[in-house]
């Protein structure tokens, strides 16, 4: 009778360990399949961020070629240009790194920005007919563009490098690996960033594909 009751106990032992080790390897099976999707993985983590405690002012974190956090490379925001001399990016359109008096502009068959004279000799005004406008100024009395009440102000468009009538951007807020969450200054057009854009410093340097 007790070799029976052991016999028995002993069986449903194999059963239970069968049982487990079949479960534990469908688990696994699962995790695996669900990493076999390339396309969906790390895919926010795959956008240009706002780290200013890692990139110099004026430039986002963008991803580089590898599926890993090292190869991130800092290049200019939109709406920024790559100035070699200094090696670093500047508002389009402002003094920058130019003397006083001047603004850094991209012309369209450049790829180097260049230091213009302004005709407003103010830095952050910009002429239009014969009148200096500021930039991003919303007050209704003194911004030219049209659908003010929708918040269009003057300011330069970051796909074409161009003065033109912008919408406020909205500021995202953006995480990169443990560092605490920080916010992208409006003009900075995060929602826009685009890796060897023109005007970054990748394609400054001939490095984009």
């Not at 069968?18 to 396309?39: N, T, W």
């Amino acid at each position: 009778m007790i070799k029976l009751r052991l016999l028995l106990l002993s069986i449903f032992l194999i059963l239970i360990i069968g049982l487990d080790d079949r479960m534990s390897k469908a688990q696994i099976a699962f995790v695996e399949d669900a990493d076999i999707d390339k396309k969906k993985a790390n895919l926010a983590g795959r956008k240009p961020l706002y780290s200013p405690a890692r990139c110099p002012k004026y430039q986002l974190l963008y991803p580089g070629d590898q599926q890993n956090q090292n190869d991130w490379i800092c290049d200019c925001a939109p709406a920024a240009l790559y100035h070699p001399e200094t090696d670093g990016c500047y508002p389009a359109y402002r003094q920058g790194p130019c003397e006083t008096g001047q603004i850094l502009v991209l012309y369209k068959e450049k790829v180097i920005p260049e230091c213009v004279t302004n005709p407003c000799h103010k830095d952050g005004m910009f002429m239009i007919r014969e009148t200096c406008y500021e930039f991003g100024n919303n007050k209704h009395a003194e911004n030219p563009c049209p659908y003010k009440e929708f918040t269009y102000v003057l300011g330069v468009n970051p796909q074409t490098l161009m003065v033109d009538c912008v919408k406020l951007s909205p500021q995202l807020e953006t995480r990169f690996g443990m560092e605490s969450a920080a916010q992208a200054p409006a003009d900075y057009y995060i929602d826009l960033a685009e890796k060897c854009s023109r005007g970054s410093r990748l394609s400054a340097q001939g490095r984009c594909p």
